[in-house]
C-alpha cells in the first residue's frame, strides 16, 4: 500500500458534517413550531364567538368552586367591617405549630425570629421593618397581622398568592405569641413556671 489516503474517508466525513447540519437545523424548526403554536392569549381577539372573544365569560350570578367566601372575618380578617380582634380559628398547640413553621419560613427573613425587625434582609441593607414589641403593634387587632399579609403595607408586599388564609392566621396567632413571650408580666405564667424564676 501507497502513503496515500483513500479518497473516501473526507468524503465521508464532510457527507456527515452536512447530514448533522440538516438534522440540528430540523431540531431548531420543531422547536420553534412547538414554541409558536396556534392558541389565543387571554383576552386575544377571536372571531370563534360572536362577541370578539377567545373564551367565554364566566355564567352570571356564579361562583367559581372554591372562591366562595362569605366568611368575611376567615378571609378579609374584618368582623362588622373592622379589623378583627379575635382568632376565626380554634386557637390549639397545632395551630401556633403550623404558625411558627410558616413564619420562619416566610417573615423571619426580614422580622427575624423573635420579631424585632432585624432579619437577613435588613442585614443585606433593605429597610427595617417595625418590631412587633413596640405598643402600637402590641395594641393592634390580631386582624391587622392578617391584613398586612393578605394586602401589603408600606415596603411590604402582599404574600396572599404564596400563603393560604388559614397559615396566615396561624402566622398572626404565632405573632401574638411572640408578642406575649417578650412581654409576659410574673403573674400572667402558669404556676409551674413562676417557680422556676427567682
Known sequence: MTGKMPTWRPRAAIIAFALAGVLLLGG??????????????????????????????????????????????????????????TLPLELTEELLVRGRQRYDIFCSPCHDRTGTG??????????QPPSYHIDRLREVPIGHFFDVMTNGFGAMYSSAARVPVRDRWAIAAYVRALQFSQDAQFDQLPPEDQRQLP
Open 118 to 127: 432585624n432579619g437577613m434582609i435588613v442585614k443585606r441593607g433593605l429597610k
Open 28 to 85: 431548531c424548526e420543531l422547536r420553534q413550531a412547538m414554541y409558536d403554536q396556534p392558541k389565543y392569549e387571554s383576552f386575544e381577539a377571536s372571531d370563534i364567538f360572536e362577541d370578539g372573544l377567545s373564551a367565554r365569560r364566566p355564567v352570571e350570578e356564579t361562583v367559581a368552586r372554591g372562591q366562595l367566601r362569605l366568611d368575611s372575618h376567615l378571609y378579609e380578617g374584618m368582623v362588622n367591617g373592622e379589623l378583627a380582634t
